[in-house]
């Protein structure tokens, strides 16, 4: 059984969050950039390789 005197106080919870969140984009936004650029690099070998061959 939890003691409800235990508990940290809500006010304590909410800026635990507010630093969770403050500190969470970070990570998605480098795995999202990361995922950009390989899109972009294979575009670029995939026109180097196949089309600019293809119109030669």
Do not use: Q
Request: proline fraction near 7%.
């Amino acid at each position: 059984m939890t003691d409800s005197s235990s508990r940290e106080p809500p006010a304590s919870e909410e800026e635990a969050v507010d630093a969770i969140v403050r500190a969470g984009p970070s990570g998605a936004i480098a795995v999202a950039g990361i995922a950009t650029a390989i899109v972009v690099a294979l575009w670029f070998a995939f026109y180097l390789f196949v089309f600019l061959p293809r119109s030669a």
